[in-house]
């Protein structure tokens, strides 16, 4: 089947320190890859994404790049900031078998000032 | 234009009660798709509809059922409810395959 692996978290940081969140994933086809975030409270948005090999996502700072060979799509960000704090939670959609998002089990990010 | 519309926000039910929650999509997509996000099991896919018919159902017992209208409004339906039944229930839609979806706010269950 198919699987989603993130990183543990909580991942805690302070102002302008680069982020790396780590996703790796398992998909019985060709998979589209997503990261989403949820705020306190709120739904998910989503933050990026990639359809093929080699494609980086962006977008507010945050980038993923699409790595077939190691299957991963490991999100960073250079400097975060305070807004930034929030739920992280990497997905994917195997492209021709449905349209259901398979998620990771999420990385909280905390941010201090 | 509108996002993904959710009613109501806050629920609050007594065991074996049953409850209906509300999905309105992204005006022009017709697909909708039911999530439910608990601490315990995270994120799991409860059910897919696209011109008005289950395309999609995740692993979840018939208690849990769904319908989409016409307008691509959707809802869901939980009979009998049980006190795991509490958590964030998300909706999303999506214009087309694979190119992943918006979700609405959540309507937060909470059983009793």
């Known amino acids: 089947g198919n699987s989603v692996t993130q990183m543990e978290g909580p991942v805690t940081l302070s102002e302008e320190a680069f982020l790396t969140i780590n996703c790796t994933y398992t998909a019985t086809g060709y998979p589209s890859l997503f990261w989403y975030v949820q705020y306190p409270g709120e739904g998910l948005q989503l933050l990026l994404k990639a359809t093929k090999a080699d494609d980086k996502g962006s977008n507010k700072g945050f980038e993923a790049t699409y790595r077939k060979e190691t299957t991963s799509f490991h999100l960073e960000k250079g400097s975060v900031q305070v807004s930034d704090s929030a739920v992280y939670f990497c997905?994917?959609?195997?492209?021709?078998?449905?349209?259901?998002?398979?998620f990771g089990g999420g990385t909280r990010l905390m941010v201090k000032p | 234009k509108a996002g993904v519309t959710q009613t109501p926000r806050y629920l609050i039910k007594t065991r074996g009660q049953q409850v209906t929650l509300s999905c309105s999509p992204i005006?022009?997509?017709?697909?909708v798709s039911w999530y439910q996000q608990t601490p315990g099991q995270g994120l799991q896919f409860l059910f897919e509809?696209?011109?008005?018919?289950?395309?999609n159902k995740g692993n979840f017992p018939g208690r849990f059922s769904g319908r989409q209208f016409s307008n691509s409004r959707s809802e869901m339906n939980v009979s009998t409810l049980e006190l795991g039944d509490s958590a964030l229930y998300l909706c999303?839609?999506?214009?087309?395959?694979?190119?992943?979806?918006?979700f609405g706010s959540g309507t937060r269950l909470t059983v009793v």
């Open positions: 509809y696209f011109s008005e018919t289950q395309r």
């Open positions: 997905a994917l959609i195997v492209n021709n078998a449905g349209n259901m998002l398979t």
């Open positions: 005006s022009g997509h017709r697909s």
């Open positions: 999303a839609s999506s214009l087309a395959q694979g190119t992943g979806y918006t």
